[in-house]
C-alpha cells in the first residue's frame, strides 16, 4: 500500500513546515525536493563558468541521499535554485531519484513545485500550500533575520516576487496548482493552524484511499 502525500506551493507559504509535521503524524518517509535544487544551484553558482552548464553537470552528478545542509536554506541559494529549477536537464536528471522515493512500498510525502502534477501525480492526497507574497515575504524575513541575514524587509518580498514568477512562468513543469490538489491559503493562519487544516485535508482523503482500497 503506498499512501502518498503531495505537498505544493510557493516559496515560503509554509508547505515544508506541513509536510514535515504530516510525515511525523503519519509516520511516513519525507522528501523536501527543494532541497535538491538548492543542492544544484549553490554548487553551480560557486562553481563559475556557464551557469547553466555547471547546474547540469552537477545535477548529474548529485548525490541525492545527501544534499540535506541547513546553509542551503538561505536567500541567495533559494535564488540561485530557482534558477537551475527552471532548466530541463536539471529537472530531468533529478526525476528517477523523486520518483523512487514518492513510489516506495509504504508511502512517502514529498513537498515542492511539481509533485502533484509531475512527480506523484496519482498521490491519493495533494495539498497547494500558499499564501499572500506579503505574508510570506514577512515570515521569508523573520525566518532569515533569526539565521543572522541582514536584508530588508523589501528586497525579500521583490525575491518571493521574482521566484513566483519564474517558478510559475517556466516551460517546464511550472508551479501550479494540480486540478485534484485541496487549496490550503495560510494567510490567516499561524503554524499550527495550519498544520491542523492540512490533517483534515489528508484524513479526509485518506479516507477516500482506504474505501478504495478495501474489499
Ligand atoms: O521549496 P524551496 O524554496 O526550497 O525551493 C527552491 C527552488 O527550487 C524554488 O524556487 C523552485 C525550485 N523547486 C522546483 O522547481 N521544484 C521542486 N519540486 C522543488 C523546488
Redesign the pocket.
Known amino acids: 500500500m503506498n499512501f502518498v502525500i503531495a505537498v505544493d506551493g510557493p ?2 507559504s509554509g ?2 513546515t506541513v509536510a514535515g509535521r504530516l510525515a511525523l503524524a503519519y509516520d511516513l518517509p519525507y522528501l ?7 543542492a544544484v544551484g549553490a554548487l553551480a553558482g560557486s562553481t563559475g563558468g556557464d551557469f547553466r552548464t555547471a547546474a547540469i553537470t552537477w545535477a548529474s552528478a548529485l548525490n541525492p541521499e545527501s544534499v540535506y545542509d541547513p546553509q542551503l536554506r538561505g536567500g541567495r541559494v ?1 535564488d540561485l ?2 534558477r537551475a ?1 527552471a532548466i530541463p536537464e536539471v ?1 530531468g536528471a533529478l526525476l528517477d531519484f523523486q520518483r523512487s522515493f514518492a513510489t516506495q512500498a509504504g508511502g512517502a510525502v514529498l ?5 502533484g502534477t509531475v ?1 506523484a501525480p496519482s498521490a491519493p492526497a495533494k495539498l497547494f500550500v500558499t499564501a499572500a507574497p506579503e505574508i510570506r515575504a514577512e515570515r521569508r524575513w523573520k525566518q532569515l533575520a533569526g539565521h543572522g541575514e541582514t536584508v530588508s524587509f523589501e528586497e525579500v518580498l521583490a525575491d518571493i516576487r521574482l ?1 513566483d514568477a ?2 510559475s512562468g517556466r516551460a517546464s ?1 511550472p ?1 501550479v496548482q494540480a486540478a485534484d490538489a485541496v487549496l490550503l491559503d495560510t494567510s490567516e493562519m499561524d503554524i499550527s493552524q495550519s498544520v491542523e487544516a492540512a490533517r483534515r485535508i489528508v484524513e479526509a482523503a485518506r479516507g477516500r484511499w482506504e474505501t478504495s482500497h478495501s474489499g
Not at 32 to 38: A, E
Request: net charge positive; hydrophobic share 35%; aromatic share 4%.
Open positions: 516559496a515560503a508547505k515544508g523536501d525536493t527543494g532541497m535538491l535544487y538548492r533559494g535554485a530557482s529549477a529537472r513537498d515542492g513545485r511539481d509533485i512527480i521566484r519564474r517558478d513543469a508551479l
